[in-house]
């Protein structure tokens, strides 16, 4: 296992990075002691969470794993019921939900928010740290997740369903699991995985409740906890922020105001926000609400509200609001004790353009871990590119064939022989003028038989540049194989390809890199398998 600073590898936004580098511009900004940079005050902030928030959340956990049948976890439901203390909190990653699990770096993710948690749990051994799986069921962006690639080819879930993709049935599921079943039917080792994962689908009323029980078979020995939060026992509790949302619409201002603060410090945005930040949810729908004049209505619907209705559908049906990505933030920490969000480049970018949210709504912020990084590498490619003494760094940033061509053309021979030919045109006016001066005789043959000789030496210089190309040809050709399965900025292995190849392909996948990654925000792995 070999460890690499991602800040190194041209992958991340500069906010990121400076949350990563704790960089000046940052805290000169938002404060050294804002929770989003300042674990201490994070759990500060965190102190006195209502008890009756942490008697619902548990409510809802213990309702949903004996609904599912997945309760008799002993230390998960340790997790849950630890949940209950007021000096318990909790370690939060959240994803879109995929099937099979999505990218690898779903694991990856999971992973890091579990070796967050642990670590949290040394630094501070008076408290317990839980970690949490957040489903961002609610999402409905069914064309980022309808396609499952497996060893090239693409298995597309077929189904008419709308809305928020957490809720979807799995009657049509079959659109995905017939083809691969076929597809891999004389690879025994392919099939023990798949009946795993497709009795969990077939046993199950909807995509949100299959993913927590993966995850729970995945990852319950390591006490990771998975939360959705659809529920209206939650959503009552994010009303106060629905009703401002809606009545008040001040979120719109206050973002743009702060994300110009950060592109004024030369620091990336991520996301846009809205005059509305919420959408309505119900049945088979997830829709904006935008306001016109004094009427709500929902996009590309025929429902609209006064604003007399419109609360008291908020006090009637909580669970109708979902919050887009401005707000959603926002609900998960209105819901958990929680002290850290684990996130991608991405999510801890858009995060950060929410420090002024946070401060509108009253809300206490989490301290931002950019999760771990993790590529599986072939022992032979390992050994390959540390006999041509190639980083990891240089292989990511070799990107052009021109890039890496030069990059392999020390060309030492060919520099040898063209330090020859200055050498011997520096001798050869040396003798001329010399000549010419003293009158010798025979010039003529002594500048003839520098042409010659200067001919040769081209032709030498030629020759050897030729074969010195050649040469790296093959090696161009190499690292470029290598490159294709992930080890290029544009061509990222744990956003390319799929957990369940990784699972498949290596039955320790996720013991390995449980036992190898550690806690070390910034930071990527790179492990033989």
């Not at 939060?229 to 702060?258: M, V, W, Y």
Request: glycine letters at 4%.
């Amino acid at each position: 296992m070999k460890e690499i600073d991602l800040t190194a590898l041209g992958m991340l936004s500069s906010s990121t990075k400076a949350i990563v580098n704790n960089e000046t511009r940052l805290t000169d900004l938002i404060g050294e002691a804002h929770g989003f940079i300042n674990l201490a005050q994070a759990i500060a902030g965190k102190a006195n969470f209502p008890i009756e928030k942490r008697q619902d959340l548990v409510r809802v956990l213990k309702t949903d794993y004996e609904n599912y049948g997945i309760h008799q976890h002993a230390l998960v439901n340790a997790n849950i019921d630890a949940l209950l203390d007021t000096n318990t909190y909790t370690v939060t990653t959240g994803q879109q939900l995929h099937l099979f699990l999505g990218p690898a770096f779903m694991v990856y993710k999971l992973i890091s928010c579990i070796k967050a948690a642990e670590h949290y749990q040394q630094i501070y051994p008076d408290k317990k740290f839980v970690p949490v799986f957040w489903l961002a069921s609610e999402d409905h962006d069914f064309d980022e997740i309808k396609n499952t690639p497996l060893f090239g080819t693409q298995y597309p879930w077929e189904t008419n369903q709308t809305g928020a993709c957490g809720r979807f049935h799995l009657n049509d599921i079959d659109s995905v699991i017939e083809p691969l079943n076929k597809k891999l039917a004389n690879d025994s080792k392919a099939l023990t995985v798949l009946d795993t994962f497709f009795q969990i689908y077939k046993t199950s009323k909807t995509l949100s409740e299959a993913t927590i029980k993966l995850c729970h078979q995945l990852f319950a020995d390591y006490g990771l906890i998975c939360l959705d939060g659809d529920n209206p026992i939650l959503k009552a509790h994010f009303k106060t922020i629905l009703k401002a949302e809606l009545l008040e619409r001040k979120s719109e201002q206050c973002f743009n105001a702060f994300s110009q603060k950060l592109s004024d410090n030369q620091l990336s945005l991520q996301l846009k926000s809205r005059p509305i930040n919420l959408f309505y949810l119900k049945n088979n729908l997830r829709a904006r609400i935008e306001k016109d004049d004094q009427t709500y209505k929902v996009i590309d619907t025929n429902l609209q509200f006064t604003e007399e209705e419109l609360v008291t559908e908020i006090e009637r049906h909580p669970e109708c609001f979902s919050p887009n990505a401005v707000l959603r933030p926002l609900y998960q920490e209105c819901i958990l004790p929680n002290v850290a969000y684990i996130g991608g480049n991405a999510e801890i970018n858009y995060w950060l353009q929410l420090t002024e949210i946070f401060e509108l709504y009253q809300v206490e912020a989490p301290y931002l871990v950019l999760r771990q990084s993790v590529w599986l590498i072939k022992p032979k490619q390992d050994e390959w590119l540390e006999g041509h003494k190639i980083s990891f760094q240089q292989l990511f940033n070799l990107k052009s064939e021109k890039d890496k061509l030069t990059f392999f053309s020390a060309k030492e021979s060919a520099s040898d022989l063209e330090g020859m030919m200055r050498e011997f045109s520096n001798l050869k006016e040396q003798i001329l003028n010399y000549a010419n001066i003293e009158k010798l005789p025979n010039i003529k043959f002594l500048i003839e038989g520098g042409k010659a000789y200067e001919k040769v030496l081209k032709d030498l210089i030629k020759s050897d540049v030729q074969n010195q190309l050649e040469k790296n040809e093959g090696l161009l050709n190499k690292i470029e194989q290598i490159q294709s399965e992930g080890f290029s900025i544009q061509n990222v292995q744990e956003r390319t390809i799929y957990s369940l190849a990784f699972l498949i392909n290596y039955p320790n996948f996720i013991h390995n890199c449980f036992s190898s990654v550690y806690y070390k925000p910034g930071s990527g792995f790179f492990l033989n398998n």
